[in-house]
């Protein structure tokens, strides 16, 4: 079964607003980290968060990180129209490959 | 410097036929993974493999497919006598070393007819 599990599974609110996506995952892992996919392009690493750290801020972008709830949120401040995309959490569980979640669908409205 | 770069970008092919989908990993990156993802779905890990190593294969599916990545060249990833719930974007993505950031490329959108 997926290990990251995304909430919601979409998300639509207004530019210039917060948003925030959440990930939950079901067994202890080396790190974890959120991706973000423009509909029908590729996938854009956004940030690697390791299981020792709390919480971690790129840009615009802060993700936090919770071990004993087994949890990970992505929030996304001053949004954007281009901030429109499906955004994926992913966990390494120190076997390299990387289970992705089902991803939250982002819509940005002007 | 470029980033993974995949081809072709899109595949159609008719049943039974063969799909060969390469991958050049970035400058300096020596590992390779392959996730498939089908339509409004995640990533579902299929190969990892190093240079003429295969790590992981515990995602692929044990007939038709396989996958390479030689000394020189691309990664290969190969599926023999396609069939149309094949049909789905594959992705490749490389790091520099196993666990660490990986980095995606633009994917391969493979239609079987």
């Known amino acids: 079964s997926q290990q990251g599990e995304e909430d919601p599974q979409a998300l639509s609110i207004q530019e210039g607003e917060n948003a925030t996506m959440n990930c939950s995952y079901k067994t202890s892992i080396n790190n974890l980290q959120w991706y973000r996919q423009n509909s029908g392009r590729g996938l854009v690493h956004l940030i690697l968060?390791?299981?020792?750290?709390r919480e971690k801020h790129s840009g615009r972008l802060r993700v936090t990180l919770d071990t004993s709830k087994k949890s990970s949120s992505l929030l996304i401040t001053a949004s954007r129209a281009a901030d429109t995309a499906s955004y994926f959490c992913?966990?390494?569980?120190?076997?390299?490959?990387?289970?992705f979640g089902q991803g939250t669908r982002l819509t940005i409205n002007p | 410097n470029a980033g993974v770069m995949q081809n072709p970008r899109h595949l159609v092919r008719r049943r039974g036929q063969e799909a060969r989908l390469r991958c050049s990993p970035m400058?300096?990156?020596?590992?390779v993974y392959w996730y498939r993802q089908l339509p409004e779905e995640g990533l579902k890990f299929m190969v990892y493999?190093?240079?003429?190593?295969?790590?992981?294969e515990s995602g692929m599916p044990k007939e038709r497919f396989s996958a390479e990545f030689p000394k020189e060249g691309p990664s290969i990833l190969r599926i023999q006598q396609v069939v149309r719930g094949d049909s789905a974007a594959y992705f490749c993505a490389s790091s520099v070393e196993g666990g660490g950031e990986q980095y995606f490329g633009p994917g391969t959108r493979l239609t079987v007819t």
């Open positions: 400058k300096g990156h020596s590992h």
């Open positions: 992913a966990t390494d569980r120190g076997a390299q490959k990387l289970v």
């Open positions: 968060i390791r299981s020792n750290e």
């Open positions: 493999l190093q240079k003429e190593n295969i790590i992981d």
